[in-house]
T-cell receptor, first 113, second 109 residues
Framework: KAGVTQTPRYLIKTRGQQVTLSCSPISGHRSVSWYQQTPGQGLQFLFEYFSETQRNKGNFPGRFSGRQFSNSRSEMNVSTLELGDSALYLC????????????FGPGTRLLVL | SQQGEEDPQALSIQEGENATMNCSYKTSINNLQWYRQNSGRGLVHLILIRSNEREKHSGRLRVTLDTSKKSSSLLITASRAADTASYFCAGAGSYQLTFGKGTKLSVIP
């Protein structure tokens, strides 16, 4: 099976812009989670989707949003970008909700200038 | 917020030696998972230990879990240069994985 894919892999944006990141889970996986990784804060949970429903959201402002489609693909959107949003954004999928083994994609590296 | 705190933050050993990393967590968990990350790439799942298990082995990996102390350890035996990476523990609650800050392991050939 193909692994988790994330697009784009690299992105440069300027403050105030918005960005949409995409994640395609492993075939058959219905749970998708998103994480933000920065040197200062480490890996922080953003949100988790299962069967198109957001089950949980981390402690991030409303500028961070996401959705999941019927084919389990997921997107996350960040509006009004800030310099502090520069990070590696990781998507992970699993067969069942988040308690089980997560399979991670390679990440999208976002740089906000 | 971070669930786990890994100790040490960085570890440098010679090839062939054993590497031990420790993790403490704060809240109750259903299971504890260990992941490896090579240089800013995606995470790779290593091993999962459930809250009712005390020890688990997988190849050169040995994980222990002490729920009374809210701590876990990861032992990598006979380390190789290819084991050089960052290692993260993650506590699985009801709705999310909460990661520690990681241990950066360097294995010197």
């Amino acid at each position: 099976k193909a692994g988790v894919t994330q697009t784009p892999r690299y992105l440069i944006k300027t403050r105030g812009q918005q960005v949409t990141l995409s994640c395609s889970p492993i075939s058959g996986h219905r749970s998708v989670s998103w994480y933000q990784q920065t040197p200062g804060q480490g890996l922080q949970f953003l949100f988790e989707y299962f069967s198109e429903t957001q089950r949980n959201k981390g402690n991030f402002p409303g500028r961070f949003s996401g959705r999941q489609f019927s084919n389990s693909r997921s997107e996350m959107n960040v509006s009004t970008l800030e310099l502090g949003d520069s990070a590696l954004y990781l998507c992970a999928s699993s067969l069942s909700p988040v308690q089980e083994t997560q399979y991670f994609g390679p990440g999208t590296r976002l740089l906000v200038l | 917020s971070q669930q786990g705190e890994e100790d040490p933050q960085a570890l440098s050993i010679q090839e062939g030696e054993n590497a031990t990393m420790n993790c403490s967590y704060k809240t109750s968990i259903n299971n504890l998972q260990w992941y490896r990350q090579n240089s800013g790439r995606g995470l790779v799942h290593l091993i999962l230990i459930r809250s009712n298990e005390r020890e688990k082995h997988s190849g050169r990996l040995r994980v222990t879990l002490d729920t009374s102390k809210k701590s876990s350890s990861l032992l990598i035996t006979a380390s190789r240069a290819a084991d050089t990476a960052s290692y993260f523990c993650a506590g699985a609650g009801s709705y999310q994985l909460t990661f520690g800050k990681g241990t950066k392991l360097s294995v010197i050939p």
